[in-house]
């Protein structure tokens, strides 16, 4: 069993920074998915960005240039350093990882953009 503990969120000004983290304790040799997703109120949860086992990655257009996916395989950690944050960025955060038969999310992080 996998369990995720994310970390890092808060309330920033606009054009500020926040990197959230996301610990996993237990194996995850199987893995092969590192997500960040975040849902605003009122909105579907939407992914935000992606790496891969081979460290390909993938953002959402509306983050592109200002988000950065990264993970520490030694100390299985997943990250996200958000750059020039905007109000519409506000949304509760969650890493996901997940593998061929797994499929584990963790709580969730609150970041708020104030304008």
């Known amino acids: 069993q996998v369990q995720l503990v994310e970390s890092g969120g808060g309330l920033v000004q606009a054009g500020g920074s926040l990197r959230l983290s996301c610990a996993a304790s237990?194996?995850?040799?199987?893995?092969?998915?590192m997500t960040w997703y975040r849902q605003a109120p009122g909105k579907q949860r939407e992914l935000v960005a992606a790496?891969?086992?081979?460290?390909?990655?993938n953002y959402a257009d509306s983050v592109k240039g200002r988000f950065t996916i990264s993970r520490d395989n030694a100390k299985n950690t997943l990250y996200l350093q958000m750059n020039s944050l905007k109000p519409e960025d506000t949304a509760v955060y969650y890493c996901?990882?997940?593998?061929?038969?797994?499929?584990?999310w963790g709580q969730g992080t609150q970041v708020t953009v104030s304008s």
């Open positions: 790496i891969t086992s081979g460290s390909s990655t």
């Open positions: 996901r990882l997940y593998g061929l038969l797994e499929d584990y």
């Open positions: 237990g194996s995850i040799f199987s893995i092969n998915g």
